[in-house]
């Protein structure tokens, strides 16, 4: 039973540079890609960023350049650095995972991904 677990989100200022991290139980990071997704109010979910089982990440062109993905294969846990933060960057944030390795730019459709998380809110202001 794969189960993720998100934490790190809360109330942020603008330029601010919060860590957020997803715990996975019953999954190998080995195995397979895992990713970030967010959702604002009204908006449709979007991805923030992936990475495959070789380190490989890839990134939304909105966060390339301020947010990174990493992960600690030991621990099992996936992070998120988020930086220069922006208003817009405000939502809630999921984790997701899959079995299987996925090529940029597909690792970034959240289609591909099986499991999730219950998601952490990110509030810029």
């Known amino acids: 039973h794969v189960q993720l677990v998100e934490s790190g989100g809360g109330l942020v200022q603008p330029g601010g540079s919060p860590r957020l991290s997803c715990a996975a139980s019953?999954?190998?990071?080995?195995?397979?890609?895992m990713g970030w997704f967010r959702q604002a109010p009204g908006k449709a979910r979007e991805a923030v960023a992936a990475i495959a089982p070789d380190g490989s990440t890839s990134y939304a062109d909105s966060v390339k350049n301020r947010f990174t993905v990493s992960k600690v294969n030991g621990a099992n846990t996936l992070y998120l650095r988020l930086s220069s933060l922006k208003p817009e960057d405000g939502a809630m944030y999921y984790c997701a995972a899959r079995w299987g390795y996925l090529a940029d730019p597909e690792r970034l459709l959240e289609g591909w991904y099986t499991f999730w998380g219950q998601g952490t809110q990110v509030t810029v202001s």
């Open positions: 019953g999954y190998t990071y080995r195995s397979g890609c």
